[in-house]
Nanobody, 123 residues
Framework: QVQLRESGGGSVQAGGSLRLSCAASGNTYSSYCMAWFRQAPGKEREGVAYITKPGTTNYAESVKGRFTISQDNARNTLYLQMNSLKPEDTAMYYC?????????????????WGQGTQVTVSS
């Protein structure tokens, strides 16, 4: 089992920045890949970015060049640095971890989820 807890959400004006954190505990060694997803009201949960244990990353097209995913393996913490935020980035952001050795931005790949942290970007 892996437990995930997000923090760092908040309200910011367009063009601003936020840094999300996700503290992982439990059997984190079993998770090959961790990711950030987001879900806006009335919309499907979508993948934002993932990172593998060796450090390979991948991003959704909508956030490339603005968001950076990183990890601190010693502290079992996942981060998402979000710059140049836009109103369309407003959503609940979730941290996720895989149960297997495959990694992509499909929510079905991830078996462990945090409770989420709200990000609101005003224009």
């Amino acid at each position: 089992q892996v437990q995930l807890r997000e923090s760092g959400g908040g309200s910011v004006q367009a063009g601003g920045s936020l840094r999300l954190s996700c503290a992982a505990s439990g059997n984190t060694y079993s998770s090959y890949c961790m990711a950030w997803f987001r879900q806006a009201p009335g919309k499907e949960r979508e993948g934002v970015a993932y990172i593998t244990k060796p450090g390979t990353t991948n991003y959704a097209e909508s956030v490339k060049g603005r968001f950076t995913i990183s990890q601190d393996n010693a502290r079992n913490t996942l981060y998402l640095q979000m710059n140049s935020l836009k109103p369309e980035d407003t959503a609940m952001y979730y941290c996720a971890a895989t149960t297997g050795s495959y990694c992509n931005l499909s929510k079905g790949t991830f078996g462990y989820w945090g409770q989420g942290t709200q990000v609101t970007v005003s224009s």
